[in-house]
């Protein structure tokens, strides 16, 4: 009965012994997927490294770059700020240079005065004279063996001369505007400014007032309300006019100051009407003063429309004749007044200054375009109709 039980008893040995060989088996296993991952996190933690030090050198090199970018910009400020010098020194010298020819000039008269007045004998000018005009062919003294010489000037005499002048405030003292120009783009919707060099006196103690002449009838000059500043924008009424623009200087016997230019129109505009003609319509939006009600004024080639708001149900209608007018507001540069011919007239608000003077120049393009259908041709542009300044 006693070696059953040590039979048995070597059994149970042999299972746990297989057990734990198997259990360390495992371990070893298990040791191995530790050391693998220990590995992997050094291997993370080198490339974390890496990626740190790459961010650091990033953002070295963008606190750099925002350095070198404040520097451009200074240096831009500052090349701006020398522009605007240089250009304030441009102009100032200009300035002085056409008042130096104006002087010159005044003094050139006063040196020819001088010496048809003396009248002196004849003599031989040196090299060194400021001023020694040929006689002209036709004068009386071409013909006659005796010719008049005139008096030797040297650039010292004239510059002590200029310098007299100027310090006697062109010797009167009266407030006077001379080199006066307009500047600007002659053109419909752009500032034009009045430029001059004003002599003791300010710019805002002279009075400016605008003129509208008609192209082809100088005696028709029309003064444009509410046009007395030294700056003024054209409208489309100005379209293929000459604006004067007039100055006086402040005094009781000062005397206008005028200069002109020719208006027309930019390329845009004339580009965008030529592209509604060759189409044969046209369309803008207006709201009507009255009823503050949006509507569409419709452009076609014979007719002129009215239109409620989405443009499809029409309101009024007219073909274009010599009636056909619109009147443009000079206190409120969006609103107008349409006449058309059946004695339908609208008090109307564009959108802009701009799509105002568009909707005019265009609006009276085709009107003209179907009252002279017949001497227009069929892609004939606003150019032809109207002319240009390009001239």
Same mark, same amino acid.
């Given at each position: 009965?006693?070696?059953?039980? %040590?039979?048995?008893?070597?059994?149970?040995? @042999?299972?746990?012994?297989?057990?734990?060989?198997?259990?360390?088996?495992? *371990?070893?296993?298990?040791?191995?997927?530790?050391?693998?991952?220990?590995?992997? =996190?050094?291997? %993370?933690?080198?490339?974390?490294?890496?990626?740190?030090?790459?961010?650091?050198?990033?953002?070295?090199?963008?606190?750099?770059?925002?350095?070198?970018?404040?520097?451009?910009?200074?240096?831009?400020? +500052?090349?701006?700020?020398?522009?605007?010098?240089?250009? $304030?020194?441009?102009?100032?010298?200009?300035?002085?240079?056409?008042?130096?020819?104006?002087?010159?000039?005044?003094?050139?008269?006063?040196?020819?005065?001088?010496?048809?007045? &003396?009248?002196?004998?004849?003599?031989? &000018?040196?090299?060194?004279?400021?001023?020694?005009?040929?006689?002209?062919?036709? &004068?009386?003294?071409?013909?006659?063996?005796?010719?008049?010489?005139?008096? $030797?000037?040297?650039?010292?005499?004239?510059?002590?001369a200029l310098a007299s002048a100027a310090s006697e405030d062109n010797g009167t003292g009266q407030p006077?505007?001379?080199?006066?120009?307009?500047?600007?783009?002659?053109?419909?919707?752009?500032?034009?400014? !009045?430029?001059?060099?004003?002599?003791?006196?300010? @710019?805002?103690?002279?009075?400016?007032?605008?003129?509208? =002449?008609?192209?082809?009838?100088?005696?028709?000059?029309?003064?444009?309300?509410?046009?007395?500043?030294?700056?003024?924008?054209?409208?489309?009424?100005?379209?293929?006019?000459?604006?004067? !623009?007039?100055?006086?200087?402040?005094?009781?016997?000062?005397?206008?100051?005028?200069?002109?230019?020719?208006?027309? %129109?930019?390329?845009?505009?004339?580009?965008?009407?030529?592209?509604?003609?060759?189409?044969?319509?046209?369309?803008?939006? !207006?709201?009507?003063?009255?009823?503050?009600?949006? +509507?569409?004024? !419709?452009?076609? @080639?014979?007719?002129? @429309? *009215?239109?409620?708001?989405?443009?499809?149900?029409?309101? &009024?209608?007219?073909?274009?004749?010599?009636?056909?007018?619109?009147?443009?507001?000079?206190?409120?540069?969006?609103?107008?007044?349409?006449?058309?011919?059946?004695?339908?007239?609208?008090?109307?608000?564009?959108?802009?200054?701009?799509?105002?003077?568009?909707?005019?120049?265009?609006?009276?393009?085709?009107?003209?375009?179907? *009252?002279?259908?017949?001497?227009?041709?069929?892609?004939?542009?606003? +150019?032809?109709?109207?002319?240009?300044?390009?001239?």
């Amino acid at each position: 009965m006693g070696k059953p039980r %040590m039979v048995v008893k070597n059994d149970n040995d @042999k299972v746990l012994q297989d057990t734990i060989l198997s259990l360390r088996r495992h *371990i070893h296993a298990q040791d191995d997927e530790m050391q693998a991952l220990v590995d992997q =996190i050094k291997c %993370m933690r080198i490339l974390l490294e890496g990626f740190q030090e790459a961010v650091k050198d990033g953002e070295a090199r963008v606190v750099l770059a925002e350095e070198q970018t404040h520097k451009l910009e200074d240096q831009l400020r +500052r090349s701006k700020e020398d522009v605007k010098a240089r250009d $304030a020194e441009i102009a100032r010298m200009e300035q002085e240079y056409m008042a130096a020819e104006h002087k010159i000039a005044e003094l050139e008269e006063s040196i020819k005065r001088e010496t048809h007045e &003396s009248n002196p004998p004849a003599q031989e &000018s040196t090299p060194d004279t400021f001023f020694t005009p040929p006689t002209h062919p036709s &004068s009386p003294a071409s013909t006659s063996s005796a010719t008049v010489a005139f008096p $030797a000037r040297t650039f010292a005499d004239v510059r002590e001369a200029l310098a007299s002048a100027a310090s006697e405030d062109n010797g009167t003292g009266q407030p006077s505007v001379d080199d006066m120009r307009i500047e600007g783009s002659p053109l419909v919707g752009h500032v034009l400014r !009045v430029r001059a060099r004003f002599a003791n006196c300010q @710019k805002e103690e002279c009075m400016f007032q605008w003129f509208r =002449i008609r192209e082809g009838d100088r005696t028709h000059v029309t003064e444009i309300s509410n046009a007395t500043k030294d700056e003024y924008t054209p409208n489309s009424d100005d379209f293929a006019t000459v604006l004067r !623009v007039e100055c006086i200087p402040p005094g009781e016997n000062s005397l206008p100051v005028k200069k002109e230019t020719r208006i027309d %129109m930019d390329q845009r505009t004339r580009s965008k009407i030529d592209e509604m003609l060759s189409n044969g319509k046209g369309s803008f939006k !207006v709201v009507t003063l009255e009823e503050e009600a949006p +509507r569409t004024l !419709v452009l076609e @080639k014979h007719k002129l @429309k *009215i239109r409620d708001a989405t443009g499809k149900t029409t309101l &009024s209608k007219d073909e274009y004749s010599t009636a056909t007018e619109i009147l443009l507001d000079e206190w409120e540069n969006e609103l107008f007044f349409l006449h058309m011919a059946r004695n339908k007239d609208y008090t109307l608000r564009a959108t802009s200054t701009q799509e105002r003077d568009l909707l005019a120049l265009a609006t009276r393009h085709f009107a003209y375009a179907h *009252i002279n259908r017949k001497s227009v041709r069929r892609r004939g542009t606003s +150019r032809e109709m109207f002319g240009t300044n390009d001239a």
